[in-house]
């Protein structure tokens, strides 16, 4: 399983930006699959996680009502449309699948069992 990140950049805040992942190996109709971001120092979090078996969604907190994961289904291909950001957005972002459960929450919760590489994501003040 290959999952390839990109999209990331330099945005100023209020800004938005479209992170998109292409999965290569297998389908996305039957894991769940999804963005989870890191600052150095900090722990791996989930923010917007997808079923693709039922288009069920779940958000963090920190990201409701800004961020929005969608998929492609015959580009194979997730995106993270990200909008009003700020500073606090910055860091690194991956994209990880579950290969044997679809539950959204479950994935943004208890982490994927393959990963992307990351992509850097930086918000000016």
């Known amino acids: ?14 800004g938005s930006l479209r992170l998109s992942c292409v999965a290569h190996g297998f389908t996305l109709n039957f894991p769940a699959i999804g963005w989870f971001r890191q600052v150095p120092g900090k ?13 069920i ?9 800004r961020f929005t994961v969608f998929r492609d289904a015959a580009a194979n291909t997730v995106y993270l449309q990200m909008d009003n950001l700020t ?8 994209c990880g699948a579950h290969l044997t459960h679809s539950g959204s929450y479950a994935l943004c919760h208890n982490g994927p069992t393959d990963w992307g ?5 930086t918000v000016s003040s």
């Open 87 to 94: 500073p606090d957005d910055t860091a690194v972002y991956y």
């Open 57 to 65: 969604t779940y958000d963090s907190d920190s990201v409701k009502g």
């Open 1 to 14: 399983v290959q999952l390839q990140a990109s999209g990331g950049g330099l945005v100023q805040a209020g």
């Open 43 to 55: 722990e791996r979090e989930g923010v917007s996680c997808l079923s693709s078996l039922n288009d």
């Open 117 to 121: 590489r990351g992509t850097l994501v």
